[in-house]
């Protein structure tokens, strides 16, 4: 069965939740949830206590874009051991991102790995 999410929900799971930095899906997966009557309080509960149902988006956006050499798509390791070594969400490696474009150059498996 297809769901059909209204644009507006999906609009606001992204301010309700702070979706910022994270695939575009989780947004809708979140606005589907509150179609079928689930409270932007209970949503941020969810999202609080399972940090890991929200990945990091691949593609860099126009301000990512704007500010430097970014790749055209983003590594899922790289930005996945970002927020497993730091501990912190898509949002806190978005704005590391957007400080420091560079990031997006990098490659977990040769970079980033402690010696």
């Known amino acids: 069965h297809n769901a059909v999410v209204p644009p507006k929900l999906i609009d606001g799971a992204n301010s309700h939740l702070d979706l910022e930095g994270t695939d575009p899906s989780d947004a809708y997966a979140f ?3 509150r179609s079928l009557g689930v409270s ?3 949503l941020r509960v969810l999202r609080s206590a399972l940090p890991l149902w929200t990945t990091c988006g691949l ?3 126009w301000e990512l874009l704007q500010r430097g050499s970014v ?3 983003l590594r899922r390791p790289t930005l996945d051991y970002l927020r ?5 969400g ?3 490696v978005y704005g590391m ?3 420091h474009t560079r990031l ?3 490659d977990a498996c040769d970079k980033l790995l402690p010696t």
């Open 59 to 61: 593609e860099p956006g």
């Open 84 to 88: 497993q070594r730091l501990q912190v």
């Open 71 to 73: 790749r055209s798509m």
């Open 104 to 106: 997006s150059t990098y």
């Open 31 to 33: 606005a589907y949830l």
């Open 90 to 92: 898509p949002g806190d």
């Open 97 to 99: 991102l957007k400080t």
């Open 40 to 42: 932007w309080g209970q």
